[in-house]
C-alpha cells in the first residue's frame, strides 16, 4: 500500500482538523459533566452509601464505580498480577500509545473526509476524558451499568461491567475507523494504482494514418 503525499492527508487539511478538535473538545466535555452529575446525583459507590436509578427496569441502570483498570472496568493489571503502581503505569502508557496510534491514523487519513475526524475525535476524546479522572483522583469514575441477561445455546450471558460516556466513544471510534478502513481498501482495491495499472489496448490506425490520405 502506498503511503499518500503529504498534500492529500488529513494533518494538513485545517477543515479535518476542525472536525477532530471540536469532536475531542465536545465530547471530552460530556464525559466530564456526565461523570460529575451521576456522582453528584448518586452519592458514590453503593458500599460507600450511593444508590442507584434505575432507568430502564431489568436493563440499564446508574450506579456509581471506580475503575481502576482499562475500559469497560477490565482490570488488567489483576490479570496480569501486576501492583497498583505498576498497572497505573501500563494504562497510563497504553492510554498514550492510543492516543499517538490514533493521531497518526487520522494525520495519513485522506484530506477532505467527512467522518474519520469525527471517529478519531470520539477515541481521543474517550481516551482523554478516562486519563483525566486517572490523573485527578487515581481511578475512572463509571456510572452506567447493563443489567439484562440473555440465553445462548442455554447459556446465561451477562454484562459485569460498569462503564461511562468515554468507554462508550470508544467502542464506537474504534469500530467506525476500522469499517472506514476496511471498506476503503475494499473499493481501492479494484482500482489501479497511478502508474502502475493496466492502460487502456491502443487503438487501432486508422486507414487514412496507416497509407495517408489520398489527394482528390
Known amino acids: 500500500m502506498q503511503t499518500p503525499t503529504r498534500k492529500g492527508v488529513a494533518v494538513t487539511d485545517p477543515a479535518s482538523h476542525l472536525r477532530l478538535w471540536a469532536t475531542v473538545v465536545a465530547g471530552v466535555a460530556l464525559d466530564l459533566l456526565s461523570k460529575y452529575a451521576a456522582w453528584a446525583t448518586l452519592g458514590g459507590p ?6 442507584q436509578v434505575v432507568l430502564l427496569p431489568g436493563w440499564l441502570r446508574l450506579v456509581a464505580g471506580r475503575n481502576t483498570g482499562i475500559v469497560f472496568g477490565i482490570r ?27 493521531f497518526y491514523v487520522f494525520a495519513v487519513s485522506p484530506r477532505g ?9 470520539l477515541i481521543l476524546a474517550g481516551a482523554l476524558g478516562n486519563l483525566y479522572d486517572r490523573l485527578a483522583f487515581g481511578y475512572v469514575r463509571d ?47 479494484g482500482l489501479p494504482s497511478q502508474g502502475g ?6 487503438r487501432a490506425p486508422s486507414k487514412d494514418s496507416a497509407h495517408g490520405r489520398s489527394g482528390p
Open 46 to 51: 453503593p458500599d460507600e452509601g450511593g444508590r
Open 76 to 102: 488488567l493489571s489483576e490479570m496480569l498480577a501486576l501492583g497498583p503502581a505498576a498497572g497505573q503505569a501500563l494504562t497510563l502508557a497504553l492510554t498514550a500509545a492510543t492516543v499517538a496510534l490514533i
Open 113 to 121: 473526509s467527512r467522518w474519520i475526524p469525527v471517529w478519531c475525535g
Open 143 to 189: 456510572l452506567i451499568q447493563f443489567t439484562g441477561r440473555f440465553r445462548v445455546a442455554g447459556l446465561a450471558l451477562e454484562w459485569p461491567y460498569v462503564f461511562n460516556i468515554a468507554d462508550v466513544y470508544l467502542s464506537i471510534g474504534v469500530i467506525a475507523v476500522a469499517l472506514a478502513f476496511l471498506f476503503g481498501r475494499q473499493a481501492s482495491a
Open 197 to 202: 495499472g493496466s492502460s487502456p489496448p491502443p
